[in-house]
């Protein structure tokens, strides 16, 4: 059983575990983009962190340090907080804090479910409705993404294939099904990580590519929803092992 000591220990342990080495800075507004207020700037960029994994799962986020490194008033940061813990990114321990919520095998193959079904579905309608000049930018995407593949630099690579398969989906989506889709791609991103710790990963996930745009330039919908599937599972397969350790 634990003494007072213990706890008082444990909980000096929990709370050097915070956010003390990441700095954050809050980006001015966009003007292209409109005006969004401080209060989602600030929830987008922590949002961020912990996608990016520059908050680990587990970290305290501490509400003074972080309107000191946005230069923020304590309410934008408050409330960006409550939104990241309905979101199920953050989790609120009485008498400690907010803290980034722990890795889950639960949360990991109900967002992967999630996204299957979501993005086959995004996929075979697309190509239904693609034109030819669609149909070479995604080509052109194509190429642009077999560079990245040989250059081996992972961070561009899944950006550049995520754009690849997003502007395939836009073709026969509404933007409300893209935003749902973007939604739980960005929820995915802090396992979809694990995937990419084999030599061969890149490869592996660039050639399910190119058996996308095949089915593509074929007109084969039912094919491309089945490839897109796979790509996803393959995600499932291959990074499940690693979590499940971790955990």
């Known amino acids: 059983m634990e003494d007072a000591n213990d706890k008082k220990s444990r909980r ?3 709370w050097k575990a915070g956010i003390s080495s990441s700095v954050l800075t809050l980006l001015p507004t966009d003007k292209q983009d409109g005006t969004a207020s401080i209060t989602e700037r ?10 990016s994994d520059t908050f680990s799962p587990g970290s305290w986020l501490r509400q003074d340090l972080l309107t000191e490194q946005l230069g923020v ?4 940061v408050r409330e960006a907080l409550r939104t990241l813990s309905r979101e199920g990114l953050v989790e609120f321990i009485p008498n400690y804090g907010a803290r980034v919520s722990a890795l889950s095998m639960d949360e990991f193959e109900e967002i992967y479910a999630i996204r299957k079904g979501m993005e086959g579905l995004a996929a075979r309608r697309s190509v239904r409705k693609l034109s030819f000049e669609k149909l070479e930018q995604l080509r052109a995407e194509y190429l642009a993404l077999a560079d990245l593949a040989k250059q081996e630099n992972l961070s561009t690579y899944l950006q550049e ?10 073709v026969g989506s509404s933007p409300r099904f893209i935003a749902q889709i973007q939604v739980y791609r960005e929820l995915a991103e802090r396992y979809l990580r694990y995937a990419y710790t084999f030599k061969d990963s890149i490869n592996a996930s660039y050639g399910l590519h190119r058996e996308l745009l095949e089915a593509c330039e074929q007109g084969d919908a039912a094919s491309a929803e089945i490839i897109v599937q796979k790509a996803l599972n393959w995600t499932l ?5 690693l979590i499940a350790h971790k955990l």
């Open 42 to 51: 600030v929830h987008s960029e922590i949002r961020h962190a912990i996608l």
């Open 73 to 76: 008033s304590r309410t934008p």
């Open 12 to 14: 000096g342990r929990q």
């Open 161 to 170: 294939e995520w754009s690849f398969r997003l502007n395939l989906y836009r």
């Open 237 to 241: 397969i291959t990074a499940g092992p």
